[in-house]
C-alpha cells in the first residue's frame, strides 16, 4: 500500500516523518542547514491509541479514516461450541512496541556509475524490491537503478520497507554526485519501522477432557502513521491466533489501525508472536481450569500433518509441533519441574513454563517464486547467484554449502554473488524465513538446468543426446562414461559457444487465498515449543530467566552452527520482547529514543540455551530443510509469563513483562503482602 | 537533534597545577574526565557545548591510599581501578560493590569516581556508598585546597558547593571498623549495565545482632542522594530481627521523595526504597549469622 511520502509535503503523520533533504559536502554544514530550516505546523489532535482511532469521532490520520484494513472470518459453528464447552476462558492480552535495535542502523551510499546509472549500496532484504520502488518515486526505468545490498548488520524485519534507499537515489540524481547517509541511533529509533503494539481479545473454549473446541479473537493491530507490510502482518496475525491446534470453530475480527504512532511493519515473527502470546496464555489457563499438564493439553490438540486446518486448509508440509511437545515433556527441566530447588532468598519464586508457536514461511497464497543462477568456470570453480541478502543469518554460506552438495564440490569451491540486481537474479525478498528454501529448491532447478546443459554439449560434441547426468566428486558423470571433471565441462561449453551459465526458478506452490484475506493459507509452516525457567523476585517484581529450552521443527538442518545460532538469537530477541523491550510513547513522541533507556538484553540476561532440533523431513524443500529464522521468538514470551504464572499464581497479560508491571500484579494479587507478613518460606 | 562536537576546544594541563590555572582563567570551560556522562549530555543538548579541559592523564590525580581510618582516592580513580582495589575490597567494600555495577567494562574504565561526584546524577552509583562512609571531597584550587562533607556538598539537584574555578581532587571515606558490615543495593530494568531505578547502601555496625550503628543512603529518590535517618534511627539500639528491618525499611519513606520518569513511577520507587532496605539488611543479617 503506498500511503507513505518520501518527503511530506502538507501534513506530517508521525515524529520520524521526513520534511527535507540536506545535502552538503560535510556533517557539519548539514547540520547548520538542518537548523536553519524553518517549518511550520499547525498542530493537530494526536491519535495515539488504536482502539479510540477506530471511533468515528477520531480524528483522521489519513483521509479515508483510520481503519486501515478489516476483515472477519467465521469458521464452523462457534456459537454451538460455547454453548456446548466445559470450560471458557476469556482474555484481553496487549504487547507493545518492539525496536529492532540492528548493531547497524539504516545506512548506504549513493553514485553514479560511468554509464549514468544511480547505484545504491544500501542496508535492506530485497534489491530488486528496493529498486522497483526507487524507480517509481523517482519516476526512472529501473535500468538506471542498481542496488546493491552488502552484507547488513542486522534486519529482523526492519530493513524489509526502504530506509535511507530513495533519500540517497534523489541526493545523487539531483546533483549528480555520492552522497552517505547514515541514521544515528536516536533517528533510527524514531524513524524506523517497529513490531506493531497489539490488542488482543480472546474467548476460548474446551472439553472437560482438553479438546479445545472454539476461538473468538479480536486482534486490534498499531500500523502507526503508515501502513507499511501491515496489512500482511495482519493476515499472518490471523493465521496463527489458533495456535498449532486443531480447532474446528473460529471467529476473527482483525483491524489494522492508523495512529500517530510510529510505523509498525515487519519484525520477526510478522505479527504471529502478539496472537501467540494471547493464545498460548489462554491454552495454559484452560490447562490449569482443567488441572491438567499444559503439555499433555497441547499434545492433544496439536495439529497433525494432513489435518484439515481451522481455515479449511489441509496441512501438508512437515508438521512437527506433536514431535515438539513429546520432545518438550522429555526435557529434564519438564521433567523434574516439582522437584524443590533451594533459592538463594525467602522472596524469590521459581517457576517453569511451556509454550508452543506456529507461522508460516515463504509468503503463503501471494505469488512467489525466485531465481537463482549458476556458473562453471573452467579453474573448476562454480559461481553461485542470487539476489538473497545476507543480514546475519548465514544464508551465503547455507547457500554455498548447498551447491557443494548438489555438484559434490568442496563447499570452497563455491563463489556466492549476492543481492546486486546488476549481477545476481531475482530470488525475491530474504524475509518469512524463506531464503534457504526459496534459493535452495531454485539453486536445484539450476542444477537441473545444468544438466540439460551438458546433455546439449554431448549432443553437440557427438550427435547424440545423452540420457543421464549426475554430479559426482570426480565430475559429472553422462550416461556411463568417465566423469567429466567441471572445470573441463566448462572449456568445453566455451568451445562449443553453449555458456557456461544457467538459471533455475522456483515457484512456491501455493493455492487460492480464502476469502477476506491477502495470503492465507500458507502452505509451509514453522512450528516450535519453548519451556522456560524463570525466577521472580517478589520483592522488586525482576524477572530474571536461568534457561531457555527452544524445541524447534527444522525440517532438515543444513548447517547445525548456523541453526543453533539462529535459534539462540531469536530466544535472546523473544526474551526482550518479553520482560523489557518497552518503547515508551507520549502523544507519539517516543521517549526511550536511545540503547539506555530502550534496554534490550544483555551477555547478562541471556539465559542458558538448549536448542533441540525435532528433524522432520520437508518433501517440497532442499534436502528436506525447511525454514528456520522467526520460529525460535514465536512461543518465548508466552512461556515466560506461564512460568510467572507458575511461580507466582498471577497470570500477567500485557507484554513487556516490565518489572514494574509484574510488581504490580504481584501487589494486586497479594503475594507481596503476604510474604511481607512472614507467611511463608522463609529459612 | 544531535549537537556536533568538531568546534570544542580541548585543553590538555600538563599538570595539576596547570589545569587549576585554566580553571581560574578560562570561564565556562568544562572539566572532562572519563566522559561517559559529560559528553553524552553534550551531544545531546542536555549540558551547553563548551570548550573542554581535558584531565583524564593528570596521572596524579588517580590512586587510592589506606591512611590510618581513612581511604583516600584520587579523584580519576576509574570504577574499575576502584573494583579491583584491595585497600577498597577490603575496607570499604560497599564502595567496591556499586563500582561493579556502574555500567559496562567500557563505561568501568572510563568512568571515574570524580567524574560521578561532580556529574551529581541522584541516580550515580558510588554516591550512595560514599555517604554512608561519611566522605569528604577535596578541593582544590588556585586559591588552596578546601574540604567538604558530602551531603554538604550536594545543595539541590545537580547543584554543588563548588566553585568554577575548583578542581575535585581527591575523595577521602572513612574506613569500615570491625563490627562494621554492609552491602551496595541496585534497581536496573535489566541485568547487565543498566541506570539505577533505585540504589543505595547500608552500613550496620553490629555486637552480635544488635545494631550499634546505622547509615542508611537512597539514590534516585530525590533531588539528592538521601541519608534515611529515620531508618537509621529505627534500628539503632534494636536487634536485628525481622520485624525491626521491615519497620525500619518502612521509615525510609519519610526520607525519600521520589519522581515519575521513563525508568519507573514515583509509587513503584517508594515501594522499591522500602524492599531494597529490607532485603539488604536481611542478607546482612544471614551473613553475621543472625537469622
Known amino acids: ?683 | 537533534m544531535e549537537v556536533l562536537l568538531h568546534d570544542v576546544d580541548v585543553l590538555v594541563p600538563r599538570d595539576l597545577d596547570e589545569a587549576l590555572r585554566v580553571l581560574a582563567e578560562r570561564r565556562g570551560i568544562k572539566v572532562l574526565a572519563g566522559g561517559t556522562d559529560l559528553l553524552v549530555q553534550m551531544r545531546s543538548g542536555a549540558v551547553q557545548k563548551s570548550d573542554l579541559l581535558d584531565v583524564s592523564g593528570l596521572w596524579e590525580l588517580k590512586y587510592v591510599r589506606h591512611e590510618d581510618e581513612t581511604i583516600a582516592i584520587g579523584a580519576l580513580t576509574t570504577f574499575s581501578e576502584i573494583a579491583s582495589s584491595e585497600v577498597i575490597r577490603r575496607h570499604a567494600p560497599v564502595l567496591a560493590e556499586a563500582a561493579e555495577t556502574v555500567g559496562s567494562v567500557q563505561i568501568m574504565n572510563k568512568g571515574t569516581i570524580g567524574g560521578n561526584v561532580v556529574n551529581a546524577s541522584p541516580a550515580a552509583d558510588s554516591l550512595p556508598a560514599l555517604y554512608v562512609h561519611d566522605a569528604e571531597l577535596k578541593l582544590a584550587s588556585l586559591k588552596g585546597t578546601r574540604t567538604v562533607g558530602i551531603t554538604e556538598f550536594y545543595r539541590g539537584y545537580k547543584r554543588l558547593d563548588m566553585r568554577p574555578d575548583e578542581l575535585l581532587v581527591e575523595v577521602r571515606l572513612r574506613a569500615e571498623k570491625g563490627g562494621e558490615v554492609g552491602h551496595f543495593f541496585k534497581h536496573g530494568l535489566r541485568q547487565g549495565d543498566a541506570i539505577s531505578v533505585v540504589n543505595g547502601a547500608v552500613l550496620l555496625d553490629l555486637e552480635g545482632d544488635l545494631v550499634r550503628g546505622a547509615a542508611i543512603a537512597l539514590g534516585a529518590v530525590a533531588p539528592t542522594v538521601v541519608r534515611a535517618h529515620e531508618a537509621e534511627r529505627a534500628l539503632k539500639g534494636r536487634r536485628l530481627r525481622e520485624d525491626v528491618m521491615w519497620e525500619a525499611a518502612r521509615a525510609v519513606l519519610r526520607s525519600i521523595s521520589p519522581i515519575d520518569d521513563v525508568r519507573g513511577s514515583a509509587a513503584y520507587r517508594r515501594e522499591l526504597s522500602v524492599n531494597y532496605v529490607f532485603m539488604t539488611l536481611w542478607r546482612i543479617a544471614r551473613e553475621v549469622g543472625v537469622l
Not at chain 1, 160 to 169: E, G, M, T
Not at chain 1, 339 to 353: A, D
Not at chain 1, 422 to 451: C, I, Y
Not at chain 1, 452 to 465: C, I
Request: hydrophobic fraction near 40%; proline fraction near 6%; glycine fraction near 10%.
Open chain 1, 1 to 683: 500500500m503506498k500511503d507513505r511520502p518520501v518527503l511530506c509535503d502538507d501534513k506530517v503523520r508521525y515524529i520520524g516523518d521526513p520534511v527535507a533533504l540536506v545535502a552538503a559536502e560535510t556533517r557539519e554544514a548539514a547540520s547548520e542547514a538542518v537548523r536553519l530550516i524553518d517549518v511550520e505546523y499547525e498542530p493537530l489532535p494526536p491519535v495515539t491509541d488504536p482502539v479510540r482511532a477506530m471511533m468515528p469521532d477520531s480524528p483522521k490520520v489519513h483521509e479515508g479514516g483510520n481503519v486501515c484494513r478489516q476483515t472477519s472470518l467465521r469458521f464452523g459453528d462457534v456459537e454451538a461450541a460455547f454453548a456446548a464447552a466445559d470450560v471458557v476462558v476469556e482474555g484481553t492480552y496487549t504487547t507493545g512496541t518492539q525496536i529492532h535495535a540492528f548493531l547497524e542502523t539504516e545506512a548506504g551510499i549513493s553514485y553514479l556509475d560511468e554509464q549514468g546509472r544511480i547505484v545504491v549500496v544500501a542496508g535492506g532484504q530485497s534489491p530488486h524490491r528496493d529498486r522497483a520502488e526507487i524507480a517509481h518515486a523517482l519516476d526512472l526505468p529501473p535500468e538506471r537503478i542498481r542496488v546493491i545490498t552488502p552484507y547488513v548488520g542486522g534486519a529482523f524485519g526492519g530493513k524489509d520497507d526502504v530506509s535511507v534507499q530513495i533519500h540517497l537515489a534523489l541526493v545523487t540524481m539531483k546533483t549528480g554526485r555520492a552522497a552517505r547517509l547514515v541514521l544515528s541511533r536516536e533517528e533510527s529509533m524514531v524513524s524506523g519501522t517497529k513490531r506493531h503494539p497489539a490488542v488482543i481479545r480472546m474467548r476460548t473454549a474446551a472439553s472437560r477432557d482438553g479438546r479445545l473446541l472454539a476461538n473468538e479473537v479480536e486482534i486490534i493491530y498499531d500500523t502507526g502513521a503508515y501502513a507499511a507490510l501491515g496489512p500482511a502482518v495482519l493476515d499472518v496475525a490471523i493465521e496463527n491466533c489458533n495456535g498449532p491446534y486443531r480447532i474446528a470453530n473460529a471467529k476473527i475480527d482483525a483491524y489494522l489501525v492508523y495512529t500517530n504512532n510510529m510505523v509498525a511493519s515487519a519484525f520477526r515473527g510478522f505479527g504471529a508472536p502478539q496472537v501467540l502470546f494471547a493464545m498460548e496464555r489462554q491454552v495454559d489457563r484452560i490447562a490449569r481450569k482443567l488441572g491438567m499438564d499444559p503439555i499433555e493439553l497441547r499434545m492433544i490438540n496439536a495439529v497433525r500433518k494432513g489435518d484439515v486446518y481451522v481455515f479449511g486448509n489441509r496441512m501438508e508440509g512437515s508438521v512437527g509441533i506433536y514431535d515438539c511437545l513429546r520432545a518438550a515433556r522429555e526435557h529434564p527441566l519438564w521433567r523434574e519441574r516439582g522437584r524443590p530447588v533451594e533459592l538463594e532468598y525467602p522472596w524469590l519464586r521459581r517457576g517453569i513454563g511451556v509454550a508452543a508457536g506456529m507461522k508460516g514461511y515463504t509468503i503463503g497464497a501471494l505469488p512467489d517464486r525466485g531465481s537463482v543462477s549458476l556458473e562453471l568456470n573452467p579453474d573448476g570453480t562454480v559461481v553461485v547467484g542470487g539476489s538473497f541478502t545476507e543480514i546475519g543469518q548465514g544464508v551465503v554460506e547455507s547457500v554455498a554449502q548447498l551447491a557443494a552438495e548438489l555438484l559434490r564440490v568442496p563447499v570452497e569451491r563455491v563463489r556466492v554473488l549476492f543481492a546486486d540486481t546488476e549481477r545476481s537474479p531475482d530470488t525475491s525478498v530474504t524475509s518469512a524465513s524463506r531464503q534457504v528454501f526459496l534459493a535452495g529448491n531454485a539453486l536445484r532447478r539450476a542444477v537441473e538446468a545444468l544438466a540439460e546443459r551438458v546433455k546439449d554439449l554431448f549432443e553437440a560434441e557427438t550427435g547424440k543426446r545423452p540420457s543421464s547426468v549426475s554430479f559426482t566428486e570426480e565430475g559429472a558423470v553422462v550416461d556411463s562414461g568417465r566423469p567429466v571433471p567441471l572445470g573441463e565441462l566448462a572449456e568445453r561449453l566455451e568451445a562449443k559457444g553453449l555458456g557456461r551459465g544457467v538459471v533455475g526458478t522456483y515457484e512456491v506452490p501455493k493455492v487460492e487465498p480464502i476469502p477476506g484475506t491477502l495470503e492465507i493459507p500458507h502452505l509451509f509452516f514453522m512450528f516450535g515449543v519453548t519451556v522456560a525457567e524463570v525466577v521472580v523476585n517478589v520483592l522488586t517484581g525482576s524477572v530474571t530467566v536461568p534457561r531457555v529450552v527452544s524445541v524447534v521443527d527444522a525440517g532438515r538442518v543444513i548447517n547445525p552452527l548456523n541453526f543453533t545460532g539462529q535459534i539462540e538469537g531469536a530466544v535472546v530477541q523473544g526474551l526482550g520482547f518479553a520482560l523489557m523491550e518497552d518503547a515508551k510513547i507520549a502523544d507519539g513522541y517516543l521517549l526511550t529514543r536511545d540503547l539506555s533507556t530502550y534496554l534490550i538484553p544483555s551477555s547478562k540476561d541471556s539465559p542458558r540455551i538448549d536448542v533441540i532440533p525435532v528433524e522432520t523431513f520437508e518433501e517440497e524443500g532442499p534436502f528436506g530443510a525447511k525454514g528456520i529464522g522467526e520460529v525460535g521468538i514465536l512461543s518465548v514470551a508466552p512461556a515466560i509469563a506461564n512460568a510467572i504464572a507458575d511461580a507466582c499464581g498471577v497470570e500477567p497479560t500485557s507484554v513487556p513483562m516490565t518489572p514494574e508491571k509484574v510488581y504490580w500484579l504481584l501487589k494486586e494479587a497479594g503475594v507481596v503482602d503476604k510474604l511481607k507478613a512472614g507467611g511463608e518460606g522463609h529459612g
